[in-house]
């Protein structure tokens, strides 16, 4: 049988607490599990252990320890992740230890190609193990609950956010008037290129109708990327690419003299480009009136 895991998505020891006193009261070890829940196909349960709470998030973040629990601060150095988010909760037989459970996740995630980043106490006698093996993170927090013993299983798989909500020439209107400029997600290009994406036309078109509803205004269309490559070609692609927008714009009706371009290469960041989310929102096209 193939080896499967434990996990869990690391909370404050309060939060967990409050948590678990409602779940355990309700169930006790063997009991049938809590209604729409069932055991994540990574890791078969320990036995005689019930689920109590279960929970599937498209997208979400979490946060996993990766190092020692710091004795001073009572905190545990975290990482921080955002994907999709899975997490069952089990409450198990009062025979079953922390380090009995504990051990038999380390070893599980071990065979089946998993590296073990952390695995160690936490404090109240708490214990957890954090692993990763390509885009998923698992975690698992074992601690004890009245007489019984309990552990939490989180899975995350690390993945950029689809963007499916996209900004109205309302709303990006609102925005203008309020801070003077707004940063436009939705306008992709080829890789490495200024070629502007066909699935860009309905949000460019926004922007033209708020060029169109605003006749006044005047705007500097600025380009944005990643640090991904050098800085040379970053500065000189994001030029192309607000340039290829003021293009755009310019044979959709918008009067060329009503608008300049301007690159800043990856010199203006607005997230961490160490994460791919943070990379997506960092490649983007700003609207700043004049």
Not at 8 to 22: K, N
Request: contains cysteine; hydrophobic residues 40%.
């Amino acid at each position: 049988m193939r080896p499967r895991l434990v996990l869990t998505r690391v909370l404050s020891v309060a939060c967990v607490s409050v948590a678990l006193l409602g779940t355990a009261a309700a169930q006790e070890p063997g009991d049938p599990d809590e209604e729409g829940c069932k055991d994540l196909p990574i890791l078969s349960r320990m036995p005689g252990c019930t689920i109590t709470s279960c929970g599937t998030k498209e997208y979400d973040a979490a946060e996993v320890a990766v190092g020692a629990l710091n004795d001073a601060t009572a905190e545990h150095p975290m990482k921080s992740l955002e994907g999709q988010v899975e997490t069952v909760t089990y409450i198990c037989p009062e025979k079953l230890s922390l380090l009995q459970i504990g051990r038999n996740a380390e070893t599980a995630l071990k065979a089946a190609g998993y590296e073990v980043v952390f695995s160690g106490k936490s404090w109240h006698d708490t214990r957890i193990v954090t692993a990763q093996k390509d885009a998923r993170w698992v975690q698992v927090k074992v601690e004890p609950w009245n007489e019984y013993t309990s552990y939490e299983l989180t899975s995350v798989v690390v993945k950029g956010l689809a963007q499916e909500m996209e900004a109205t020439a309302d709303q990006m209107a609102a925005e203008i008037a309020r801070t003077g400029h707004v940063a436009v997600h939705g306008i992709t290009f080829d890789t490495g290129s200024a070629n502007i994406k066909p699935a860009s036309d309905k949000v460019l078109g926004e922007v033209a109708s708020l060029l169109q509803k605003n006749p006044a205004w005047k705007m500097r269309l600025e380009g944005h990327t990643d640090d991904v490559g050098g800085k040379a070609a970053n500065q000189k692609l994001s030029e192309q690419r607000a340039a290829a927008v003021v293009a755009w714009l310019a044979s959709h009706g918008i009067a060329p003299d009503r608008l300049t371009s301007q690159g800043f290469g990856d010199g203006k960041p607005i997230a961490d480009n160490k994460t791919e989310e943070g990379r997506a929102k960092n490649r983007r096209v700003e609207l700043v009136k004049l």
